[in-house]
Each structure stands twice: as C-alpha cells, then as structure tokens.
C-alpha cells in the first residue's frame, strides 16, 4: 500500500515557539491532504483539508492563524503550530488521497506526530 | 449533521473468540460510505474495511467483516479468531461531503479492544 511519512515524530517545544509537522506521500502524488487533531483517549477530529497548490480548508472552529497549512507540492504538505501553547498538545495525524478529494477509500494516513508544549 | 456513534468504550476478549463492535450512523444522504480503522498504541491508523451505502453484500477483508444493516443505519465489524494482536483502539468512520465539495471523514468515539489470552 501507499506510505504517508511524518516528521518529527515528536516533538517537545515551550510555550509561543513555532513547530512544523511534514507530511510527505512517499510512493504516490497526493493531491489531497487531511490534517487531524487527537487528544489523549479520544478520537480524531479533522483540522482541515488542502488541495494542492489551492489555500486549505478550515473545520469551524479550527484557528487558521495558528494552525497554517501550506500544501505547495503534490508529495508534501507542513503544518505549523504558532505560538504554540500548552492547551495545543496532542496527536497530530496527517493523511493524503491520491484522487482529488474524491476516493476517500484510497486515503492514506501518517504514523502522527505527537506535539508536547511545556 | 452526520454522526458516528460507538456504544462501547472498551470490551475485553477471550482469544480465538469472535467479536462485534458496534456502529451507529445518521445521515439523510442517499450516497456515504463507512469505514474501520485500527489504531494501535503507536498511534498509527490502519485501514481495515470500507462499505459503500450502495454495495449490495456486506463486505469482508479477511478476518474482517462488515455486517451492514442499511434499514437500521448500522455497520458493525465482525473480527473472527481474535488473536493478541488485535488489541488496539477501533475507530468506525463515515465519508461525507462538505459544503465546499470535498469529502472528509466523521470518526466515532472508539472501542478499546483488548484479547485475553
């Protein structure tokens, strides 16, 4: 099957610094990449999703500010936690499709970065 | 709105036992689709089985079953001889489409499983 990496795999940053999460599509060209949040025990809840080369799209609720998307090539997408603050830890899991946003059956997820802000 | 419901938070199961974790979903479109994943402690989230709304028979992945009962809006998964390593976090998910025209997935809540030995 696909393979979807991540890095870092975790990362421990203090408090109003800046971390960036990769998610790369090692294998196939994704034109469609999904940005999930994961709190401990709970499940997954969807951030936002982003077309190649087109600004991403933000679940309500979700800070764009904070949380920026960019997805500049077909194999790499970077999410970056800004000013990050302790409420901001979590797991953080990137998936890509490799049909426009269309197949969710061929989405593919990332093995998640876990953010820690002391 | 859609939602994905998972009524059992955790269930403990003897190995080489069959077990059932249950899914309940809501939506008033005619075309959706549902999905299981696995999530082991690592964290990763592994693809188990997909069941579109209009596939006449219930799909199965190996050990893996998907019992659809689309009149009573569930999709249950259905793992026979559980073995050890199927001790994990169980997701039931459903595709929808968002007002911007792309699909995402709604997760339920999850089911801790966990095969006694």
């Known amino acids: 099957g696909a393979v979807v990496s991540q890095h870092p795999s975790w990362v421990i940053c203090k408090s109003g610094t800046s971390v960036k999460i990769e998610c790369r599509s090692l294998?196939?060209?994704?034109?469609?990449m999904f940005w999930y949040r994961q709190f401990p025990k709970q499940s997954l809840m969807l951030m936002a999703t982003?077309?190649?080369?087109?600004?991403?799209?933000?679940e309500q609720g979700v800070e764009k500010d904070k949380f920026l998307i960019n997805h500049a090539s077909l194999t790499l997408s970077t999410l970056t936690v800004t000013s990050a603050h302790p409420e901001d830890s979590s797991f953080y899991i990137c998936?890509?499709?490799?049909?426009?946003?269309?197949?969710?059956?061929?989405?593919?997820f990332g093995p998640g970065t876990r953010l820690t802000v002391t | 709105a859609q939602k994905i419901t998972q009524t059992q938070p955790g269930m403990f199961v003897q190995e080489k036992e069959a077990v059932t974790l249950d899914c309940t979903y809501d939506t008033s479109d005619p075309s959706y689709g549902l999905f299981w994943y696995k999530q082991p402690s690592s964290g990763e989230m592994i693809f188990l089985i997909y069941?579109?709304?209009?596939?006449?028979q219930n799909a199965t992945e190996g050990r893996y079953s998907l019992n659809f009962q689309k009149a009573r809006k569930s999709a249950n998964l259905v793992i026979s001889a559980s073995q050890l390593g199927d001790s994990a976090m169980y997701f039931c998910?459903?595709?929808?489409?968002?007002?911007?025209?792309?699909?995402?997935?709604?997760f339920g809540t999850g089911t801790r499983l966990t095969i006694i030995p």
């Open positions: 998910a459903m595709r929808e489409v968002t007002n911007f025209g792309n699909e995402k997935l709604t």
């Open positions: 982003s077309n190649e080369g087109s600004k991403a799209t933000y």
């Open positions: 294998d196939f060209q994704a034109t469609t």
């Open positions: 998936s890509a499709a490799s049909v426009p946003s269309r197949s969710l059956y061929e989405q593919y």
């Open positions: 069941q579109g709304s209009y596939d006449q």
